[in-house]
């Protein structure tokens, strides 16, 4: 079985930084495609960033893009998210997930749907203060 941990989140002013990191066990972890989600309260989970099982593709939602960057660290056995200037909208639960094979389809546009992840970790809590 396939399980995700977070780690890296925390309470930061606005304009700071984090990085999330997200480790797998149960699985090849460095063949498996990654995202990361967020859910702030009351609103929907969204996509943030995901990167592809080859790890020679990335993507990132329009609104973190040029923000934050995903990236993948074999050595570590980890997939990490770091965040740059961050601003009170970006206050959420992140969540970390990751399905077992690698498709054509997510390949080209980035497995931003969160259907298309089977494994998801406990989220961890981001919160930028003003």
């Known amino acids: 079985q396939v399980q995700l941990v977070e780690s890296g989140g925390g309470l930061v002013q606005a304009g700071g930084s984090l990085r999330l990191s997200c480790a797998a066990s149960?699985?090849?972890?460095?063949?498996?495609?990654m995202g990361w989600f967020r859910q702030a309260p009351g609103k929907e989970r969204e996509f943030v960033a995901s990167?592809?099982?080859?790890?020679?593709?990335?993507f990132h939602a329009d609104s973190v893009k040029g923000r934050f960057t995903i990236s993948g660290d074999n050595a570590r056995n980890t997939v990490d998210l770091q965040m740059y200037s961050l601003k009170p909208e970006d206050t959420a639960v992140y969540y970390c997930?990751?399905?077992?094979?690698?498709?054509?389809?997510?390949?080209?546009?980035?497995?931003?749907?969160?259907?298309?992840?089977?494994?998801w970790g406990q989220g961890t809590q981001v919160t930028v203060s003003s």
């Open positions: 990167i592809s099982g080859s790890r020679t593709r990335t």
């Open positions: 997930a990751t399905r077992l094979r690698e498709t054509s389809f997510g390949r080209i546009y980035g497995y931003r749907r969160a259907d298309e992840y089977d494994y």
């Open positions: 149960g699985g090849t972890f460095s063949s498996y495609p």
